[in-house]
């Protein structure tokens, strides 16, 4: 489903210093799995996952998606394959601050135009499954950190997406969340659809069908 081949990715910081996030990097992910994406912090992680999901360009190398060749599509093509099969939870929640716990669900569905009387069912019953059927009304400051990211969880499969890329879904939840969010991405992948998780929880990454480690900007183990 997505395969990357020889992925660089270099950032430029001012004119002189450059940082070398990821170092050649050749790793397919098929179609159903789920995987965890492990490493100390500044191996590459992020960014894995942020060219992965067609978020950033590699410096070097080919990314495919769904076998066919996404590197140099245009921002526009880009963004249409994200919001069509695409599902992401951010390192932080990244909410809207003036939308409520239901709208913030919404709001790719609302951003796309495509915004239908079911999809408000599918946002209220996700948002129960994470526990916020109550918070509806709530915006995001009236919102603890867990229950934000819990929102944006409920975000991230508004779009009954095909692949989900989730940066640390876990970090600052209590243990129970934590739960809750690890079932609801292998209930989601149960039903075939991939999933594609960076986390520092080894226990958490043990949920995964396979783990892929990071080091330094290569792949130091894939198993
Ligand atoms: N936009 C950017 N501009 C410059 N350097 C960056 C940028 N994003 C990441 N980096 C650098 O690239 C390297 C890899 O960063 P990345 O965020 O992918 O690591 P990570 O494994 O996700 O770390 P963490 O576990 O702390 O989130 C780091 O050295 C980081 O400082
Ligand atoms: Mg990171």
Redesign the pocket.
């Known amino acids: 489903m997505i395969s990357l081949e020889n992925i660089h ?1 270099t ?3 001012g004119r002189e210093r450059k ?4 170092k050649g990097i050749s790793e397919t992910i098929h179609a159903g799995e789920f995987v965890a994406v492990v ?12 060219i992965a999901g067609l978020l950033e360009r590699p410096t070097e190398g080919t990314v495919r998606f769904d076998g066919k060749d996404v590197t140099g599509l245009s921002d526009k093509e880009r963004t249409r394959i994200r919001a069509e099969q695409c599902g992401f939870v951010f ?1 932080f929640p990244s909410l809207i601050p003036t939308l409520n716990t239901l709208e913030n669900v919404l709001l790719p569905k609302t951003l796309c135009r495509t915004y239908k009387k079911s999809d408000e069912e599918w946002g209220r019953n996700l948002l129960a499954r994470v526990g916020l059927d109550d918070k509806l009304d709530n915006l995001p400051y009236q919102l603890s950190g867990g229950e934000q990211r819990r929102v944006a969880l409920a975000r991230a499969l508004i779009n009954k997406p095909d692949v989900i890329f989730a ?2 879904p876990t970090g600052a939840v209590d243990e129970y969340n934590a739960i809750i969010i690890i079932e609801l991405f292998k209930e989601w992948n149960a039903q075939g659809r991939t999933v594609i998780m ?1 986390t ?1 929880d080894m226990k958490l990454a043990a949920e995964a069908g396979r783990i892929i480690q ?1 080091e330094q ?1 290569r792949l130091k183990i894939s198993i």
């Open positions: 990715k950032y430029r910081i940082v070398h996030a990821l490493g100390p912090s500044g191996s590459g992680k992020s960014t894995f996952l942020a390192q940066d640390e960076v520092h990071l900007g």
